[in-house]
């Protein structure tokens, strides 16, 4: 994957949370949101995968859409 800079949009209080940390970490902000998001998706790669492989099969037809929801609940 290509390495580049896209702006993401947080609502006011997130950035002022996000800039608070970067300030007493002496992290810029961009190096926080960044090990946020890795550190939630690490925590989430169970429930993401599930998604992925739900989405997948009923693209290829092999599940139908019903058998798709019962492995999302």
């Known amino acids: 994957m290509a390495s580049s800079a896209t702006p993401i949009k947080v ?3 997130t950035d002022d949370l996000i800039s608070h940390a970067a300030h007493f970490l002496s992290r810029s902000k961009k190096d926080v949101v ?5 550190e939630y998706v690490d925590r989430h790669r ?5 998604g992925v492989r739900a989405a997948l099969a009923q ?3 092999s599940r139908s859409e019903e ?6 609940s």
């Open 11 to 13: 609502d006011p209080v």
């Open 34 to 38: 960044d090990a946020a998001i890795r």
């Open 46 to 50: 169970d429930e993401i995968n599930i």
């Open 59 to 61: 693209l290829d037809g």
């Open 67 to 72: 058998h798709t929801s019962e492995l999302q």
